[in-house]
Every structure is written in structure tokens, then in C-alpha cells.
């Protein structure tokens, strides 16, 4: 005898899984708000680490992957993930994001007396 239901065999448990996922809880929540929170309140460069943050100046200053992979001696498919980690911290999309972060938070910086 043919199965009556009107969905493919499969479909059923994924429906039903789709039904049973656990929420995310009030504590969770509440949670990624503040850590949220939290970051936007950070000067973009502190968020970095000292590679990171010599790679980001490095962007600033109009170098490409390969010549700030030169000037650090490291490979230029290494310089990548930084990059890609400091587009991910200051939650920026270009290079040219990166440099006006950079800058940004250099002219809000206080300067120390001499």
C-alpha cells in the first residue's frame, strides 16, 4: 500500500527536526548583546593583535598582500588569514574600510605628552 502522506519520506524528519531545534536562551541572548556591546565600545586597533595590527598599517599605507609579505618575511598566502582576521574584528568589508578604521582610531587616540 502507497504511503497517504503528501510529502516525501525524507522530508517528514526533516520537518520534524526543524521543529525540535532547541531555541537560543534568554542567557544566550543576552549574552551575544552585551559581548556585541562590548566590541563596538573597543578602539578597533586595541582589538588587534601586534601582527595584526602591523598588517593593518601596513594596508594603510598602500601595500599589497605580496609586498607586506616581503617587508615581513613571511609568505603572502600567510599575510591572508590576518587580513582576513582584521576584516572580521573591525567588521569591515575592503581594504579601504580598513585604512579609514585604522586612521580613525589613530586621530582619536590621545597623544602622549612629550
Do not use: C
Not at 578597533?44 to 598588517?55: K, N, S, V
Not at 594603510?60 to 603572502?76: G, H, K, Y
Not at 598566502?77 to 585604512?99: H, M, Q, Y
Request: charged share 30%.
Amino acid at each position: 500500500m502507497p504511503p497517504t502522506h503528501a510529502w516525501a519520506p525524507g522530508e517528514r524528519s526533516r520537518r520534524q527536526r526543524i521543529g525540535t531545534r532547541p531555541s537560543r536562551s534568554s542567557k544566550a541572548r543576552r549574552e551575544s548583546s552585551t559581548t556585541a556591546v562590548r566590541a563596538a565600545t573597543v578602539t578597533p586597533p586595541a582589538a588587534l593583535t601586534g601582527r595584526e595590527e602591523q598588517i593593518a598599517r601596513l594596508v594603510v599605507d598602500r601595500r599589497t598582500n605580496p609586498e607586506i609579505a616581503e617587508m615581513l618575511f613571511l609568505s603572502p598566502k600567510t599575510v591572508e588569514t590576518p587580513l582576513r582576521n582584521i576584516f572580521r574584528k573591525l567588521d569591515v568589508s575592503s581594504r579601504v574600510e580598513v585604512a579609514r578604521t585604522v586612521e580613525e582610531a589613530d586621530s582619536k587616540a590621545p597623544t602622549a605628552p612629550q
